[in-house]
């Protein structure tokens, strides 16, 4: 199943299928709840009301009001797939999840599945005193960034002037998109993410979606691409053209 299938799912089917899943090891919704709570931010008798709604499954974690910091810390494979290589913020998301709810069956403690910095530790970050289990852990120090100005500001400095670059490009070619923070990253916004962008320690990552790289796909051999990700790196010039035309196949297929 392709990722946009996945984000258009109902909610509520979703939520009964954990449900079962976790029931069937004698697991409780009590459980299931505060694994989901403790991820997005959401509570119980939010996800109970959410089951009566149309709700999609991308939507509930894009609106999601307090991600869990922690959920960085998520590894492993669930589902024939290694969580923290998932390359689409939003589908890593769902697989973080997953793999949350594949613990929760397989009998794992609570107090384990629920990741804690304080025991697991390796790297404080000697700006804002977070704690991270991998050393140099990117992220963001304080409050999160409420503009795409203010997140290009957060970035080191050899990175900025190609994020103003994309986001200049993005924004002429689509002008009627809406700009805002999605994830902790910049996005155009037209009822849905349309494209998003993030600083990588080598690239600047791309996101158009699947079927946007899948249409461009002829003219991305020169950049490394996989799903709905395509990788620019600093080392070469931004293809500012090709980007603006992404972004505005974005606007007029979603």
Known sequence: MNNDKVFQMNFGKVYGLLLDKAARKGRTKAEVDEVICWLTGYNSEQLEAFRSTDLGYGDFFRRAPQPNPNRELIKGVVCGVRVEEVEDPLMREI????????????????????????????????????????????????????????????????????????????????????????????????????????????HIGLYPGPEAVEAFAGRLTEYKFNKGTIQLPYSKPLPLELIAEIAVWCAENN
């Open 95 to 202: 697989r973080y999840l997953d793999k949350l709810i594949d613990e929760l069956a397989k009998g794992r403690p609570m107090e384990k599945i629920l990741r804690g910095q304080e025991k697991t530790a390796m790297w404080v970050c000697p700006k804002c005193g977070r704690s991270f289990k991998n050393r140099e852990q990117g992220h963001y120090c304080g409050k999160p960034p409420a503009t795409i100005e203010e997140y290009i500001a957060a970035q080191p400095e050899e990175a900025q002037d190609y994020l103003r670059q994309v986001n200049a490009a993005i924004k002429a070619s689509i002008p009627e998109a809406k700009e805002k923070i999605s994830w902790s990253m910049p996005s155009y916004w037209k009822g849905r993410n349309l494209i998003q962008f993030a600083a990588s320690k080598r």
